[in-house]
């Protein structure tokens, strides 16, 4: 059936689906190259490190002779106080870093996003309960939330990505329903009531896949910012026990040698801000590279 | 020999994106004489906003670039002026008005201030007396000058628009631009403005460059037309010329894609196929793929202005003398 | 009115809906009565806000009217749930105003026009499906090579036809069209309403085309009715309202358009004056008096109904016997 009906222009129509079009945006953006680049090179370095090293020997394992050896070829991070390798347990590290927060975000986005676009889609009552609700929750900060979960249920993985996705359920929460208020009114949406379509398949169709993009910049934002809570947590205590590498922890330990090995305390702290960076550039570019297609 | 206030002449603009060259406006010639209307017609995507915009230099850079041309306004090459002399030509010597008279108005300032503030960015000092000139404006356009203390909102589309063109006019511009004035306007309400506009270019002496797709405003107001096409000028002449003795193909069609020349019950004459893409422009005649009256050697090279008089076209059938279009020829 | 006579599809009883505001009620629709007969167009016209996008949508019940009856093929769908509605759905479609917004931006052609088909059940079989899917983009003369785009790759043109094609994807006997061809450029506005014709002749469809073009509704529809503030002012075959129009404000509207004729004889344009008046708060008087030449002191004694001045012929004035 390939009968042509029109007689068109010479013009060929490239299918270039809404991704493509974004991934071609991204790719120009100088920051976000480098920031994905970086990410994930850490994702596979630390893949790797799991297989390559024993957790006992390589990471945890104390070597009092080498300890306070300054970074060089050797150890390019240096050792740390009982000297264990700096630089492996960096690379190993970041798994923790890394699994707690896409683990706390997936986890808020998947309740934020419902609640959100349930509250942005029916509004009236239903909006106002569940927004209020969200509105306290987002109110509290981020870390005494955590402690207090963690206070209660005690300091697992678990219950710390528990704790960290609350902030990242509000925060997702409050994208969605803006964004659902605002298609709401689409024709679009006009024309699937038009159609027949119930209105869960409305939401779940039509709506939610097109909040995608601010719920997509935000994800990567709020890695970052669950990355460096997670790390606060550890370094009060209350996270990822000792002698786990997680760099929050890394940083506490080492606050006692800041005079004395600075490296000990200031490699986690770059560790986690050259990946939080990284993340925000990511993002950034992910919402220009976005944005046009928006606005069109 | 009319006195010619604008003069356009081998105006080139394109606008280099991402994804291709976008040929918006592929030399371009013609001329607007003192108190003449012209309406420059076309569908989306022929260049008309391009070339309006070009007059004032307002082709936003990047990605548009004037690549080459003249323009000639009271004697000066407009493209030539710098920025600040630029400053000066605009909303003085030439006003422009666009089509959406909702977004056209800041919200937070009254219309009368709106106006007084055209009036002096260009050379009155005393705002009270620019005030009170904003008042005579209001007049002009048909608004209770009561009113220059309300703000946009209070307004409706109508008025809003009589207000945008009293900003226009402030400052006595001797062009005009109108891209598209009414077209987001009820009937009646076009109408209005209609009369409006033919009434201050009766006063001021004001010359305009109407641009629309729509014939019907074209033959209430216009004395010139000019059919654009794909970034070309295809036909020009005056109202009478365009109309009754139509010479470009494309002119014809769409003059048969008309519901309100046709008896209910007869089709619609469409023209087949669509505007080529900008980006792809064929190497003859941008029309012929589309033409009923096309020859092979439309489609080799692009056809020059032929002469009849006062109406040009740009069409290789009138090379030979005695071609005419099924419309004329039916009479 | 003989029914028995017409086979009539549609009917609409004194429908009227209000909204709140802050402001006050505010009257979109305010009492509209018409029917409209089977494979036959009823053109509703009048300038924004008159209400004729909102009684378009409150037939299909996508808006939910405030009194008022709507009667389909017989029954009387006013208060019908959303479920009954689901199977009604499949009988009455609408063909949406801007082409640019009516799509899902994130659908391609291939997945807008299966949507309904699937969502109904109607066709079993993926295969199946998108072969009818094909034959209803080779109906609305869309190429098969656009299966996979998306709507911002194609001009408003096509978009509209996408539009089309959904709409008639579920066999429909009525079709409200919100404005299908405003914004689109004239010479693709000749080819839709080109197609839309023939469609009605090959489907034997039911329109209602409501548009604020009275050169496109003169051309396209069987019946227009002219709408004002949220009233039918007139309503009367095509060219019985072109060429005997009886409404002052159906008079103004009419010499309002713009004729693309120059020089050779046109009709003396005559201006409406002054601007539409707020639907809030209406009070009991002809809607259109403040702006309407013949305006007396019988205009300001209550809203006039609409009267039967000859055969089907309808007129809302107080005055039209004397102004005839």
Known sequence: METVTAKSTNVQYKSRSLAAETWRRLRKNKGAVAGMVFIVILVIATIVSGFIYDYETDIIGQNISERFTPPGLKYPFGTDQVGRNIFTRIIYGARYSLTISVGAVAIGLV??????????????????????VNDVLYAIPNIMIAVVVVSLFGTSTFNLLLALSINAATSFARIARA????????????????????????????IVPNCLSPIIVQTTLLIGTTIIAASSLSFLGIG????????????????????????????????????????????????DALDPKLKK | MKENILEIKDLVVHYETDEGCVRAVNNVSFSIGKKTILGLVGETGAGKTTTALSILNLVPNPPGVIKNGSIILNGVDVLTLPENKLQEVRGKDVAMIFQDPMTALNPVMTIGEQIAESIMLH?????????????????????????SGDYPHQLSGGMRQRVVIAIALACNPRLLIADEPTTALDVTIQAQILELIKELNRKFDTSMLLITHDLGVVAEVCDEVAVMYAGRIVEWGTADEVFNHTLHPYTEGLFNSLPNLRKRGEDLVPIKGMMPDPMNLPEGCAFAPRCPYAVPQCEKEVPELIKRGTHLVACRAYEDGNFKLRRNSNG | MDNKEKDILLEVRDLKKYFDTPKGKLHAVDG??????????????????????????????????????????????????????????????????????????????MQAICEPIYEHKLIRGKKEVEKRALELM?????????????????????????????????????????????????????????????????????????????????????????????????????????????????????????????????????????????????????????????????????????????????????RVHELM
């Open chain 1, 111 to 132: 309740v934020g996003v419902l609640f959100g676009s349930i509250a942005g889609f029916y509004g009236g009552l239903v909006d106002d309960l569940i927004m209020r």
């Open chain 1, 179 to 206: 964004s659902v208020m605002t298609l709401r009114g689409e024709e679009y949406i006009e024309a699937s009531y038009a159609i027949g379509l119930p209105q869960w398949k409305i939401i779940l169709k039509h």
């Open chain 3, 138 to 318: 080779e109906t609305v003369g869309l190429a098969p090579r656009l299966i996979n785009t998306y709507p911002h790759e194609l001009d408003g043109g096509r978009r509209q036809r996408i539009g089309i094609a959904r709409a008639l994807a579920l066999n429909p006997k009525l079709v409200i069209c919100d404005e299908p061809v405003s914004a689109l450029d004239v010479s693709i506005q000749a080819q839709i309403l080109n197609l839309m014709k023939q469609l009605q002749k090959e489907l034997g469809l039911t329109y209602v085309f409501i548009t604020h073009d009275l050169s496109v509704v003169k051309y396209f529809s069987d019946e227009i009715a002219v709408m004002y503030l949220g009233q039918l002012v007139e309503k009367a075959p095509s060219d019985e309202l072109f060429e005997r129009p009886l409404h002052p404000y159906t008079q103004k509207l009419l010499s309002a358009i713009p004729l693309p004729i120059v020089g050779k004889k046109k009709p003396e344009r005559s201006l409406i004056k002054g601007e539409i008046t707020s639907p809030v708060n209406l009070p009991d008087e002809c809607r259109f008096n403040k702006r309407c030449d013949f305006r007396s002191e019988v205009c300001l004694k209550g809203n006039p109904q609409l009267q039967e001045i000859s055969p089907n012929h309808f007129v809302a004035c107080s």
């Open chain 3, 32 to 109: 509209v009565t018409f029917t409209v007969e089977r494979g036959k167009t009823l053109g509703i016209v009048g300038e924004s806000g008159c209400g004729k996008s909102t009684t378009g949508r409150c037939i299909l019940k996508l808006i939910e009217p405030t009194s008022g009856k709507i009667i389909y093929n017989g029954e009387d769908i006013t208060n019908y749930s959303s479920r009954k509605m689901r199977k009604l759905r499949t009988e009455m479609q609408m063909i949406f105003q801007d082409p640019f917004s009516s799509l899902d931006p994130r659908q391609t052609v």
């Open chain 2, 123 to 147: 050379g009155e000092k005393d705002k009270e007396k620019a005030l009170a000139r904003a008042k005579e404006m209001l007049e002009h356009v048909g608004i209770a000058a009561s009113r």
């Open chain 1, 240 to 287: 990822i026990p000792a002698p786990a590498p997680e760099w929050g922890a890394m940083l506490s330990e080492g606050r006692d040698y800041m005079r004395s090995a600075g490296y000990i305390c200031v490699i986690p702290g770059l560790a986690i801000m050259v990946t939080v960076l990284a993340l925000n550039l990511l993002g950034d570019g992910l919402r």
